[in-house]
């Protein structure tokens, strides 16, 4: 079975995460749930996405105030959340078509917020892998597993708020050397 894969990168060099809350403590972003895929998988317009990596090259702890919507009085309920900032991340995602592949080599994605771009390299195209070739390519892979067989990474908002589980793979050199 060949893969078809786009890599992307983020020319700003940070990827922020999306479960920002329990980040602090867990650095879940080293890892995309089942409903981000879904989520890039409806942005992207594609049948499937079956595969993907990512990696980066080091985090980077910044604070953000934030406030309840709920609570109106200026100065009050304020709270500081850590988040950690991937630097030079790499995503790569891995169809089982062609046409889907060449349908999200058109595209962006926005792993958290609009300002958190990544693109398609350009350079590289897209690439016709083995599954075996795919395994050799390194970063984090949180693949869909049954509860006793994996631990809780959250709740997926695309199926009323299931619990979802997973299993982490992380091969060769999933945090990369710098390049400074």
Not at 9 to 31: H, N
Not at 115 to 130: A, C, F, K, N
Request: aromatic share 12%; hydrophobic share 35%; with cysteine.
């Amino acid at each position: 079975m060949s893969l078809y894969v786009v890599k992307y990168a983020g020319p700003f060099g940070y990827i922020k995460p999306w479960t920002a809350v329990r980040d602090e403590l867990t650095y879940s972003q080293q890892f995309l749930t089942p409903s981000i895929i879904e989520g890039m998988r409806q942005k992207l317009d594609v049948t499937k996405i079956l595969r993907h990596r990512l990696s980066y090259s080091s985090l980077d702890k910044q604070q953000e105030q934030t406030r309840p919507k709920l609570i109106k009085k200026a100065g009050k309920n304020y709270s500081i959340l850590t988040r950690a900032v991937m630097i030079n991340p790499e995503l790569y995602l891995a169809f089982p078509k062609k046409n889907d592949a060449e349908k999200a080599f058109k595209q962006h994605l926005c792993l958290c917020r609009n300002e958190d771009i990544l693109y398609p390299d350009t350079v590289h195209g897209i690439r016709e892998y083995s599954i075996d070739n795919f395994n050799m390519i390194s970063g984090f892979e949180l693949h869909p597993t049954k509860e006793p067989e994996g631990f809780l990474v959250g709740y997926n908002r695309f199926d009323d708020f299931q619990p979802m589980y997973g299993k982490l793979e992380i091969t060769n050199e999933a945090i990369k050397e710098s390049a400074l």
